[in-house]
């Protein structure tokens, strides 16, 4: 079974940072392209952040440079390391999961989101 899992969000100072953890089922990991987006209220979803099975990273022009993508194979996580953040940053930010069209599997998977709020 496909299952997600985000922590990490918070409150945090512009300028300051956090780091956000997706735990992703074992039997789909090795082969899913995993990433990160972002909803706030009253916004369509956005992609931040995509990183491949092979560890290719792709990253959104407005968090370019702040934000790093990377996935742990051994631990079944993706992390987002997100530096110099800024109130428009504020979201819920959602893990997903890309399972290619082969895999019984097949097809988009969620988390449940966690909150990151960026205010003085």
């Known amino acids: 079974q496909v299952q997600l899992v985000e922590s990490g969000g918070g409150l945090v100072q512009p300028g300051g940072s956090l780091r956000l953890s997706c735990a992703a089922s074992?039997?789909?990991?090795?082969?899913?392209?995993m990433g990160w987006y972002r909803q706030a209220p009253g916004n369509e979803r956005e992609l931040v952040a995509t990183?491949?099975?092979?560890?290719?990273?792709s990253t959104a022009d407005s968090v370019k440079g702040r934000f790093t993508i990377s996935r742990d194979s051994a631990k079944n996580t993706v992390s987002l390391q997100m530096n110099s953040l800024k109130p428009e940053d504020t979201a819920v930010y959602y893990c997903?999961?890309?399972?290619?069209?082969?895999?019984?599997?097949?097809?988009?998977?969620w988390g449940q989101g966690t909150q990151v709020t960026v205010s003085p």
């Open positions: 997903n999961a890309d399972v290619p069209q082969w895999s019984l599997y097949s097809g988009r998977y």
């Open positions: 074992g039997n789909i990991f090795s082969f899913a392209t």
């Open positions: 990183v491949t099975n092979g560890g290719a990273t």
